[in-house]
């Protein structure tokens, strides 16, 4: 077995850090309390909008980043790896036009890939990294996966969401699966999606690894106070995209006495206007916009109910935030989220896309204080059982104790 004091982990992200994956950075620092040696890596460099919040800032600065990339660096990167091991270098090749999807476009961003990968293992080699691992089955997990491969290291994956399994990384998923040494499952639906496209031989690979949240820090180390009355205030964080469920939200709370606000940013702003506008809703619903993490869980905390309509999703953190402040929360019965929220015991589920019952689920908690009451006790109990970060990263220091 390789000391953890002198091995080193390669955590790789598309971009890191981000104010979406702060679940990323929280791990990172929990596995380096617990002794692993790890350090990041990103494909790309993040834009200062991402980097608001102190902890994303140092986060940054502890980063090697491979783009943007200047012509030099590219071009020693790959010099240096064709003189040193020209089979491996033009194996890689060949791998990087076959790991893609069909089309010239494909084949142009394989390219892309291949070139940073290569920058990517020579940063490997100068860091004395021994086993590398990447967090999302997208491009950023084909880099770090070529990289590893011309680098001569294990490499293993953390497997988020249903996302994954959509075109066109889930051309490419079954391979990356297979290649991997070991796969981190969020959920236990994400683990029966990596077995459905793989055979039998590589379950085994597949564990239940769960994200967390730092329960130790001050925002989340107690519930908050909640106010008297009837629960009126609902909040929503989630990107303001197609798959969030917005617009099914506001016609959901369109006949009934409460308010709504929205954090986040995203290309259905518009048309989450246009639906605002038309139902009537420009005095109750608000936005927020996109918020840091501190201020996100304040927004949160200022409400009296969390609700996410998403037709998809991974296991989202935005609930387990909300059912560690103390708050009952409704979501839709879709992927990892019923491994998250027992209906009726831990929050309150509705049918994927169907509106009246999400309507029925938010009235019962409007108006049933008792219910409320007893739904945010059992959520932050869930959360404290299975959702502290100290603990969920047990299974991965297991992992790369090993290395």
Not at 332 to 344: F, H, N, T
Request: charged letters at 25%.
């Amino acid at each position: 077995m390789t000391d953890q004091r002198t091995s080193r982990i390669a955590y790789v992200v598309s971009q890191y850090p981000a104010s979406s994956h702060t679940f990323i950075r929280r791990e990172v620092e929990s596995l380096r309390r617990h002794g692993v040696h790890l350090r990041t890596y990103s494909i790309r460099r993040p834009a200062a909008a991402e980097l608001v919040a102190p902890e994303d800032r140092a986060s940054a600065e502890t980063t090697r980043f491979v783009l943007p990339l200047g012509a030099g660096a590219l071009l020693g990167a790959h010099l240096g790896a064709l003189a040193r091991r020209p089979g491996a270098y033009l194996a890689l090749l060949r791998l990087a036009l076959r790991h893609r999807a069909p089309g010239l476009r494909a084949a142009l961003w394989a390219l892309f890939h291949f070139a940073e990968a290569v920058v990517l293992a020579r940063m490997f080699g100068e860091d004395r990294v021994s086993h590398v691992h990447n967090h999302f089955a997208n491009a950023g997990a084909t880099v770090g996966m070529m990289a590893a491969r011309l680098a001569g290291l294990p490499w293993s994956l953390t497997l988020h969401g249903i996302s994954e399994t959509d075109y066109p990384a889930g051309l490419t998923l079954g391979a990356k699966l297979e290649q991997a040494e070991f796969v981190a499952c969020v959920s236990w639906f994400g683990r029966a999606q990596a077995m459905r496209v793989t055979a039998p031989a590589h379950w085994h690979k597949f564990a239940v690894v769960r994200c967390g949240l730092d329960l130790a820090a001050p925002t989340l180390a107690a519930p908050v106070a909640r106010t008297e009355g009837a629960r009126r205030r609902l909040v929503c964080v989630a990107r303001l995209s197609a798959e969030k469920g917005h617009l099914g939200l506001l016609e959901a709370i369109a006949p009934l006495d409460v308010e709504l606000t929205l954090v986040g940013d995203g290309p259905l702003r518009g048309e989450i206007d246009a639906a605002v506008a038309r139902l009537g809703l420009g005095a109750r619903v608000r936005f927020a916009g996109r918020l840091d993490e501190a201020a996100t869980l304040a927004e949160i905390a200022r409400h009296d109910m969390l609700v996410l309509p998403s037709f998809m999703e991974g296991l989202p953190i935005v609930l387990m935030e909300a059912m560690a402040l103390g708050l009952p929360v409704i979501g839709s019965r879709v992927a990892g989220v019923p491994e998250l929220i027992e209906d009726g015991a831990e929050g309150l589920l509705f049918r994927p896309g169907d509106w009246d019952d999400l309507r029925r689920q938010i009235a019962r908690l409007r108006d049933d204080a008792a219910l409320g009451d007893r739904l945010a006790a059992a959520g932050r109990a869930k959360v404290e059982r299975e959702f502290d970060i100290a603990t969920a990263v047990a299974p991965l220091v297991s992992r790369f104790a090993a290395r």
